[in-house]
């Protein structure tokens, strides 16, 4: 129905569009996601031959280039067989007419009917629209945006065109409107293709059969829309889907590190993205096949850095892991869960090299991890569950912190001094020299970690594995931590291997969840998915011995206070 | 309601400071009426009975303050005095010349308002296009001149040079003429005042309509008007133009009042009978009567036009009867 091949826009030397390729099938709803000012409504209004700036490409609808006809003929078109459902801004509707006359007007204005008959068929689109009839003679500033919104559905819909671009429906709309809206646009989306541009991700979701990624004036991925949404090959689409509130995912929000900025060559994203390489810089990789999905990334989309497969931990004749295959992502947390002794921690140790006792391969960036090198140790770094297992007693903070430097031979003293005290202000804390000259004994526990942490992050790695890091910290010193290492991962792309028993806490930290009983993983998907609809009985069990904070106060007074309840009710009492 | 309630009240303000100006102004003006009336040389001989009984018989010889009261009951009965000038009562003197002024005004309110709109929105339209800058260009040339140096032009051109438009006048004198051969030649004899005071106040609305024009072409309705497929003119007119209008609709209560006065120079040109002509003849002789007369009626007919265009302002724009 719609084919855009190559579409370029620009305003000025300002390029909006850098070459959109797009299709869209009969009856098909594409959503297009991206941040504001990528050019989404440009996208849409362009289609329409509404944008000003120079335009490039084709657009073909039906097999007729749009933008190549003639300003009559693309006026014929307008509404009949394709219309818009332009941002609900102020004034988007005509302040000085009612909402009738504006409905009927395209309809008259094509002579598709005379104005009498025409003034039927606005009653009936309206009502469809599910605007109040009270509404009809009212003008637009009378109405509330959710009116007004569904008025211009209702507009959109006057000649029965077969597409309809609409942008934001949604948009500042409260959930309740919002929801119907939704409900309406399913409907109408039913027997007519839709294009529906909106930065709401949950939109996106109901509606799309396909979501496309706009940034930049790219496409940066595009498919199915359970596949953009449930396993985003892409960084930028990662990180749109991480920082929309929702009741779907399960981790805190995160951002994407730095502001919409465009570079001047190059992939589009590469100043925002954390596992950039030379050659982002050099050129924006073409849009390309990946499973069901096109993906615009010279990396492939999110890199697994760290991978594990079939690790076997034997200690004599106890088998403490099982055959485990885990893959940590760039930028991601993988938790790893289960109750104690169930062979995390020596999965762990078999990672870091500090048990010999394993079979099976580690892959570091792809390749496979012959010798734990310096290198090695420069890409990974341990947090362990035990401070006192990371940091010798006999060494200051100075000297614990700025160990690996030693090892790795990096930089002079003066140099490698800085680093430390850069490391200690990235985890909060004290940088001055008499904190440096402190011995772990004379800190909290708290206190010790973090220079744990900040020993293990001193070299940037680009993964840490760290064993129950938090657990021998109280909550609120816990949470620092956690929001330490969760922006560290939004800025530097971090992926963490955290071992926890603590399946809450995996859940607000965690994008995968690995469940772990008796030395075998049982369970491993999405964070969300594991902790709403778990597959296994073992992480059932997990999670319902889970800490949450409903009180039970109310099961065990229940009847007194139903009682009470009953004798001070008014109209039981009048009855 | 309440902003009806407010916007009357402010036109009875206005009406109340406007009436005790009309009667002070031409009292606080130098010279004495009698001997404007009568002439130097007779004043002279005159006796000082006779002075004092013509004084006590204008009312010239009581304080201020009777005076306007005086002034306040004459004009509750319509009554607004009697010039002794004309030597008949100004009321009359006036309705005489109301209806040739009421022509030419409205007449030239309404066109220049119109067609400076429908200039100023094609303008705008074409905004930085060859049309736009040339209708640009000959208005401010045609803004630089005043109304009454246009009249003289028109004159010289059709009347004097052509010779195709009587140069003075309302009607033919003598001519007995009756039905459509009236009007013709009233209409021959409104040509040219008409085109100068319309000329004059076309450039006022024009840049109005034009800038409004092109701040409401970016407005996102006119885009949603485009999307529509809707005819270049529907957006033109229906869509963008509609709002432009607004402004200029509220400034047509403006240009009516400096249209009364423009109308005052170009009468004089073409000695057409309205009020201009009379205000001429009246300032010279002094006669206060007439004077305040007319300034009567053009402050309430200015007022008046005032409160319709704020009326129908309600009428263009839904949203003001809204935001009040
Ligand atoms: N007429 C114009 N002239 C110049 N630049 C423009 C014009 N219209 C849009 N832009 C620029 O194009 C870029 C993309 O704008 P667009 O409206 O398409 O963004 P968007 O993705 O729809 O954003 P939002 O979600 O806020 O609606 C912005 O940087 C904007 O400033
Ligand atoms: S890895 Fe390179 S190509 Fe892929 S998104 Fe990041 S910057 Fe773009
Ligand atoms: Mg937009």
Redesign the pocket.
Known sequence: MLEIHDLRVAYGNKNILNGIDLSIRQGETLAVIGESGVGKTTLGLCIAGLVQGKVSGQVLFQGMDLLKLSEQDLNKMRWNRFSLVLQNVENVLNPVMTIIKQVTEPIVEHGIRKKKYAVEKAVEVLSRAGVPSSRYEAYPHQLSGGERQRAMIAMALANDPEFIILDEPTASLDTLTRLEILKLLREVGRDRALLVITHDISAAAKLGDNIAVLYGGKL?EKGPAKEILTAPC???TRGLLRSYPNMTTVKDLQGIKGRLEIPQK????????????D???EE??PIARKGECYL??????I?PLLQLKDINVNYGPVAAVKGANIKVYEGETMAMVGESGSGKSSLAYSIMGITKSFSGSIYLDGSKVKKRSKEFFRRVQMVFQNPAESISHRHNVLQAVREPLDIQNLGCDGERKEKVRRALDEVQLSSDDEFLSQYPYHLSGGEVQRVAVARALILKPAVIVADEPTSALDASVQAKVLKLLMELQQNRGLGILFITHDIALARKISDRITVMQAGEIVEEGPAERLITRPGHSYTRALLEAAPDMDFIEQEQNGVDLRESSLSSCSFLAKN | MKRHAVAVSNYITAFIIIISLNFLLPRLMPGNPLQAIYGEEALIAMTPELKAELISRFGLDKSLCEQFFNYLMNLCQGDLGYSYYYNAPVFEVILGALPWTILLVGAALVLSTTLGAVLGVEAGWRRGRAGDKVLLAGLMVLNGFPDFFIGMLLLLIFGVMLNILPLSGAVSPYANLTGVALLWDIFKHLLLPLSALTLAGITGSFLLTRNTMIGVLRSPFVLTARAKGLSPAAIRYRHAGRNSLLPVVTRAGVMAGRMATGVLFVEMVFSYPGLGHLVNTALTARDYPVLQGVFLVITVSVLTINLFTDILYTRLDPRVSYAY
């Open positions: 940066l892409h960084p930028y190059g992939c589009c994203f590469y100043p925002r993205c954390t596992q950039a390489v050659i982002c810089r924006h990789p615009a990334c010279h990396r492939g989309g890199v």
